[in-house]
């Protein structure tokens, strides 16, 4: 007869290779996520936008998931079918949904924060403040109450399984306890969990698309200075992703407003007639010199005065437009210089970090709801099938580990700043001893 720890020591070992993924995962995930930490916290670039709120916020979720909710997975791959330990299951399965209301939650406000900025950038945008006060009510407090019924819920199980003999062999799994299996509030539960995650995915994939098209929309008509993201993060409600005529637009933009306008004059004055007919003197240029400049009508001499100063105000006015247009281009070319990226038709960075993390949130997790209809049947897979399974149903932990991978790939801000940690903490250390 195989007795429990034989049957985990069977299972545990056809899952060890998907149980060492997760302790890379874990140990990448800490790592990853401290450095993330102390750059936003520290870095000068990031100071003062949503930015740096929302990478803190996902940044301190992935950091006790990969910190606490891993483990705890990798301690089950051990102990799956002898799970005795009441109090660090129900935290497992606190950990679980708060893990993933929280990092839904926080997508949820990035993705409204980006549709804002760029699709209505003229309306009231959302502040650092605000955001801090959402990323902590929406991830830390109401995710912790969502999260509470499920612990409660979940227990030590207790029931039978085949072993390799063909014999029973009573197993002990963190599951839901057998009295809530069939009870309406675990369905209202369940469904609300649902709800909530293919509710954030859906809103989510709506607000990209409309952001998607207003990119496009803007793609070969927007100014150099939108075009391409500028290194230096502006203290403003307006991000470098947004498009149109906006305050961040700086001098440069004034410039164009001045251009504009006195265009528009210079036209009205090239198209209206003279105010009086020019009258041509049919006198030679050496008797216009002398008695033909006696004899000249006072009012075509009026007329000829007026026609030289329009011409002088026009000279003039030209000059100031040559003026503005030559600093404007020069604005544009400094900060053209000045910007980072993958060429002057680059994609909004920020907005493609965000789109980057929410697919892969919304792939991992339809998978996890998906998967879900047949945890009840993994008591009776066999290892090799078991493994597999836990595989593709925990793929999800690639939510904790990718951010900072993504933010070195497309941040060149994050990149210079990684660079540059280590000697600023060790100054700072200096300062504080």
Same mark, same amino acid.
Request: proline letters at 5%; aromatic letters at 10%.
């Given at each position: 007869?195989?007795?429990?720890?034989?049957?985990?020591?069977?299972?545990?070992?056809?899952? $060890?290779? *998907?149980?060492? #993924?997760?302790? =890379? &995962?874990? /140990?990448?995930?800490?790592?990853?996520?401290?450095?993330? !930490? +102390? @750059?936003?916290?520290?870095?000068?670039?990031?100071?003062?936008?949503?930015?740096?709120?929302?990478?803190?916020?996902?940044?301190?979720?992935?950091?006790?998931?990969?910190?606490?909710?891993?483990?705890?997975?990798?301690?089950?791959?051990?102990?799956?079918?002898?799970?005795?330990? $009441?109090? *660090?299951?129900? #935290?497992?399965? =606190? &950990?679980? /949904?708060?893990?993933?209301?929280?990092?839904?939650?926080? !997508? +949820? @406000?990035?993705?409204?924060?980006?549709?804002?900025?760029?699709?209505?950038?003229?309306?009231?945008?959302?502040?650092?403040?605000?955001?801090?006060?959402?990323?902590?009510?929406?991830?830390?407090?109401?995710?912790?109450?969502?999260?509470?019924?499920?612990?409660?819920?979940?227990?030590?199980?207790?029931?039978?399984?085949?072993?390799?003999?063909?014999?029973?062999?009573?197993?002990?799994?963190?599951?839901?306890?057998?009295?809530?299996?069939?009870?309406?509030?675990?369905?209202?539960?369940?469904?609300?969990?649902?709800?909530?995650?293919?509710?954030?995915?859906?809103?989510?994939?709506?607000?990209?698309?409309?952001?998607?098209?207003?990119?496009?929309?803007?793609?070969?008509?927007?100014?150099?200075?939108?075009?391409?993201?500028?290194?230096?993060?502006?203290?403003?409600?307006?991000?470098?992703?947004?498009?149109?005529?906006?305050?961040?637009?700086?001098?440069?933009?004034?410039?164009?407003?001045?251009?504009?306008?006195?265009?528009?004059?210079?036209?009205?004055?090239?198209?209206?007639?003279?105010?009086?007919?020019?009258?041509?003197?049919?006198?030679?240029?050496?008797?216009?010199?002398?008695?033909?400049?006696?004899?000249?009508?006072?009012?075509?001499?009026?007329?000829?005065?007026?026609?030289?100063?329009?011409?002088?105000?026009?000279?003039?006015?030209?000059?100031?437009?040559?003026?503005?247009?030559?600093?404007?281009?020069?604005?544009?070319?400094?900060?053209?210089?000045?910007?980072?990226?993958?060429?002057?038709?680059?994609?909004?960075?920020?907005?493609?970090?965000?789109?980057?993390?929410?697919?892969?949130?919304?792939?991992?997790?339809?998978?996890?709801?998906?998967?879900?209809?047949?945890?009840?049947?993994?008591?009776?897979?066999?290892?090799?099938?078991?493994?597999?399974?836990?595989?593709?149903?925990?793929?999800?932990?690639?939510?904790?580990?990718?951010?900072?991978?993504?933010?070195?790939?497309?941040?060149?801000?994050?990149?210079?700043?990684?660079?540059?940690?280590?000697?600023?903490?060790?100054?700072?250390?200096?300062?504080?001893?």
């Amino acid at each position: 007869m195989e007795s429990p720890d034989d049957l985990n020591v069977r299972y545990a070992t056809a899952i $060890l290779p *998907l149980t060492v #993924t997760f302790g =890379l &995962f874990a /140990v990448i995930g800490v790592a990853g996520n401290i450095i993330v !930490l +102390l @750059v936003f916290s520290l870095g000068r670039a990031y100071r003062h936008n949503n930015f740096r709120v929302f990478v803190l916020c996902l940044g301190t979720i992935d950091l006790l998931t990969s910190a606490f909710l891993i483990p705890a997975e990798m301690a089950k791959h051990r102990n799956y079918f002898s799970f005795e330990s $009441l109090a *660090l299951c129900k #935290t497992k399965c =606190l &950990f679980n /949904v708060w893990a993933g209301c929280a990092a839904a939650l926080s !997508l +949820l @406000v990035i993705s409204i924060d980006r549709y804002r900025k760029v699709c209505r950038p003229f309306k009231k945008q959302i502040t650092p403040p605000l955001a801090m006060k959402l990323c902590v009510f929406l991830s830390f407090f109401l995710s912790i109450i969502l999260s509470v019924p499920g612990a409660v819920m979940c227990g030590i199980k207790e029931t039978k399984k085949e072993n390799i003999y063909g014999n029973m062999t009573t197993v002990y799994l963190c599951e839901t306890e057998e009295k809530y299996e069939k009870h309406i509030l675990r369905s209202i539960y369940k469904l609300t969990f649902i709800v909530l995650l293919v509710g954030v995915s859906v809103a989510c994939i709506i607000m990209y698309i409309l952001i998607g098209k207003q990119i496009y929309a803007h793609w070969g008509t927007m100014p150099v200075s939108f075009r391409k993201d500028s290194t230096k993060e502006y203290n403003s409600d307006y991000s470098s992703d947004t498009f149109g005529h906006l305050k961040s637009a700086g001098s440069s933009g004034k410039a164009s407003d001045q251009v504009e306008k006195a265009s528009t004059d210079t036209k009205s004055s090239d198209l209206d007639p003279p105010p009086s007919p020019i009258v041509r003197n049919p006198l030679t240029r050496s008797e216009s010199n002398g008695s033909a400049r006696k004899s000249r009508p006072p009012l075509v001499k009026q007329a000829t005065i007026e026609e030289n100063g329009q011409e002088k105000a026009q000279k003039k006015l030209i000059k100031q437009l040559s003026t503005i247009s030559d600093e404007a281009a020069a604005r544009r070319r400094k900060m053209s210089r000045n910007t980072s990226g993958f060429g002057i038709r680059r994609f909004p960075y920020k907005t493609l970090i965000w789109f980057i993390l929410t697919l892969v949130f919304i792939i991992t997790y339809i998978m996890y709801i998906v998967l879900a209809t047949k945890v009840p049947g993994l008591i009776k897979m066999e290892p090799t099938s078991f493994a597999i399974f836990q595989s593709f149903f925990r793929l999800y932990f690639l939510n904790n580990i990718i951010n900072p991978i993504v933010y070195a790939a497309l941040d060149k801000n994050f990149r210079d700043a990684c660079r540059t940690i280590g000697p600023r903490l060790k100054a700072r250390f200096r300062e504080c001893c």
